[in-house]
Nanobody, 114 residues
């Protein structure tokens, strides 16, 4: 699966952004799709993921602020990010997982700063 992430940028604290990740291939519908992030000097961490059936789970740090969704007709997964904080600053990566496959997009930078 090839993944193309977009939607990052500079936003003020308290602002919102929506990330998109477009996937190629027919296996998108059965993939668990996830968003991860990596801040400078830190390890990559899971932000949110969503199953093929639409069940989602989130990192504690983003619960209530971020929402992951998917559109199987468009082979796209989204991450709506609200009430952004400076500590959300990171490169955000989308990920596709099915048994035997683990694919990553190129990352999109989100900077939260005044």
């Amino acid at each position: 699966v090839q993944l193309q992430a977009s939607g990052g940028g500079l936003v003020q604290p308290g602002g919102s952004l929506r990330l998109s990740c477009a996937a190629s291939g027919s296996i998108f519908r059965i993939s668990v799709m996830g968003w991860y992030r990596q801040a400078p000097g830190k390890q990559r961490e899971l932000v949110a993921r969503i199953t093929s059936g639409g069940s989602a789970d989130y990192a504690d740090s983003v619960k209530g602020r971020f929402a992951i969704s998917r559109d199987n007709a468009k082979n796209t997964v989204y991450l709506q990010m609200n009430s952004l904080k400076p500590e959300d600053t990171a490169v955000y990566y989308c990920n596709s997982k099915i048994p035997g496959y683990d694919d990553w997009g190129q990352g999109t930078l989100v900077t939260v700063s005044s």
